[in-house]
Every structure is written in structure tokens, then in C-alpha cells.
């Protein structure tokens, strides 16, 4: 392994790598220089053996340097975590992915959802993508409340016959199948049963005590020439499109907010 440091407009970039890794760091360092990158680590371990461990820049514009144990919210990865916390029930024999739903969430089997299999939920098939209920201010933090919204509505298709990206909703809809099968929720179980064993430093509902190390999100500016797409048009002018439902109806989240981050939100809020 290779010591590395680099001083950049963002600041120090610094870490270990393989030399036989260089691309990687050439392409990190790249993301400063070239692209605006304000923060950022970058880690690969192949075959149990870490070949890259690079980190730098800051954790805002300005802010203080990102180090090496600096955290940030990786969006759509928890959806692997959570995903895994799922197999690992299936490899024990605790969930059947063949098996309905409502043999471990019987409060899920109605309107329409009555057939809905375990592996509808994590195939994003099970056809509740997004909710049509006008969500409260803070729902994404309220575990209880998302998954009672879920049992009560509709699905927007038959399970089963077509997918569409739980973008946000895997949250509940596997969440609550490993906490019914499991007995304890999301969070604890990758936690007692994933990241503890392993000594990984990677939460669903970062604790309290991390809150220190965590870099906020920052938000790109709009893209002028995206305003006119069919996408953004069905996001701002149609309540009913799959886009608005999506983008516009959560509840007002504050994906920086001490609230957000130690929610349990499996598919999108681990860090």
C-alpha cells in the first residue's frame, strides 16, 4: 500500500491505496479538480483486503475537513443493507420468499394486497412504489404511521405483474417483514446482527453520539434546460403522476436534519 496526499482547491485529499488501484485515485482526485466535488471518501476492499481507503476535501463549502471517519447518508446503498438484513432471515428460515405476505404481516392482506408474496416486496413489484395520501410533515420519521398507510391503501398495479422502484416505500414494506420476522426492528437487527459482528461503522438510525461526524448534504443547483421534460413538467403539474407522488409528496423531509437521520428509514436514510 502507498501513503497518498494531495492538496486541492477543496482542500487535502489523503488515504492509502494499491498501486495497481491508481486509476481510482486519479479519478477521486479528478472529481475536485475538474468537477466541483466539495467532500468525499472512496473505499474498495477486494477479497477481504482493503486496495484502496482515500478520503478529503470538506464536509461543506468552507466547513471542516472531511477526515477518515467523517459519515454522510448514502441514499439508496441502505436499500442493499436492508435487502440483506432480508437474505439473511431467508438463509435461516425465518422468511419464505415464496411465501404471502400476510403469513407475517396479516394487517397487509387487503385491498388488493391480500396475494402479495415476500419477494414481490423486495423486487419492487408488490406495486406500492409511492402513497397517494397527502403525508403529514415528518412522516418518513414516523415508523408506525408509514407502515399503517401502507397496509390501508391500494396497490397501483396487480403484485406481481409489473416492477416499478420502491424508491422510497421499501423502507416499511421489507422493514416491516424483517421486523415481523425477526421480532425487532430494522435498525437493531443490522445492528446486532451486521454491522456490530463485523465492526462496521454503518447505521439505519445513526445514533446520537455520531451526529459529530456526519457531513451534510448539499444540494445541486436546478438544471435550467430540465424544466421543460416530461418528467419535471409531471412533478410540478400533475398531483396525480407517479413523478409528484414520488419527489413531492414526503412529508417535507429534511434529509439533514437530526430528526431524519435517526429515523429508521431502510431504503434511503443509512449513513
Same mark, same amino acid.
Given at each position: 500500500?502507498?501513503? @497518498? =496526499? ?6 487535502? %485529499? ?6 495497481? @488501484? ?18 468525499a471518501?472512496? =473505499?474498495?476492499?477486494? #477479497? ?6 482515500i478520503?478529503?476535501g ?38 419464505? %420468499? ?8 396479516p #394487517? ?8 402479495? %408474496? ?6 419492487? =413489484? ?11 410533515d ?12 401502507? #397496509? ?24 416491516? %417483514? ?7 426492528r430494522?435498525?437493531?437487527? @443490522? /445492528?446486532?446482527?451486521?454491522?456490530? $459482528?463485523?465492526?462496521?461503522? @454503518?447505521? !439505519?438510525?445513526? $445514533?446520537?453520539?455520531? #451526529?459529530?461526524?456526519v /457531513?451534510?448534504? !448539499? ?5 435550467p ?8 413538467? /409531471?412533478?410540478?403539474?400533475?398531483p396525480?403522476? $407517479? ?23 431502510? =431504503?434511503?436514510?443509512?449513513?
Amino acid at each position: 500500500m502507498e501513503n @497518498f =496526499s494531495r492538496e486541492t482547491k477543496a482542500g487535502t %485529499l489523503e488515504g492509502t491505496y494499491d498501486p495497481k @488501484f491508481k486509476p481510482v485515485v486519479d479519478a477521486f482526485v479528478e472529481n475536485f479538480e475538474t468537477r466541483d466535488e466539495v467532500g468525499a471518501n472512496a =473505499s474498495i476492499t477486494l #477479497e477481504g483486503k482493503t486496495v484502496v481507503d482515500i478520503w478529503g476535501g470538506k464536509k461543506a463549502r468552507g466547513g471542516e475537513p472531511w477526515v477518515k471517519d467523517t459519515v454522510s447518508l448514502v441514499f439508496s446503498c441502505t436499500k442493499g443493507a436492508t435487502s440483506l438484513c432480508a437474505h439473511m432471515l431467508a438463509d435461516r428460515g425465518k422468511l419464505d %420468499l415464496d411465501a404471502k405476505v400476510a403469513d407475517y404481516w396479516p #394487517e397487509y392482506a387487503k385491498n388488493g394486497k391480500e396475494e402479495t %408474496l415476500v419477494s414481490m416486496m423486495l423486487d419492487h =413489484s408488490a406495486g406500492q412504489p409511492h402513497l397517494r395520501t397527502k403525508l403529514k410533515d415528518g412522516a418518513y420519521y414516523d415508523y408506525d404511521y408509514m407502515v399503517k398507510l401502507l #397496509e390501508e391503501e391500494e396497490p397501483f398495479w396487480k403484485p406481481g405483474v409489473r416492477n416499478g422502484y420502491h424508491g422510497v416505500t421499501l423502507a416499511w414494506t421489507v422493514g416491516e %417483514l424483517v421486523h415481523r420476522a425477526a421480532g425487532k426492528r430494522m435498525g437493531k437487527f @443490522f /445492528a446486532d446482527e451486521v454491522a456490530k $459482528p463485523l465492526g462496521i461503522d @454503518f447505521w !439505519i438510525g445513526t $445514533p446520537e453520539e455520531i #451526529e459529530p461526524r456526519v /457531513a451534510p448534504m !448539499i444540494f445541486a443547483e436546478p438544471d435550467p434546460a430540465a424544466a421543460g421534460s416530461k418528467f419535471t413538467q /409531471a412533478v410540478m403539474n400533475d398531483p396525480t403522476s $407517479p413523478a409528484h407522488l414520488f419527489l413531492l409528496n414526503s412529508g417535507n423531509t429534511d434529509f439533514n436534519s437530526r430528526e431524519c437521520h435517526a429515523a429508521e428509514i431502510g =431504503s434511503a436514510n443509512g449513513m
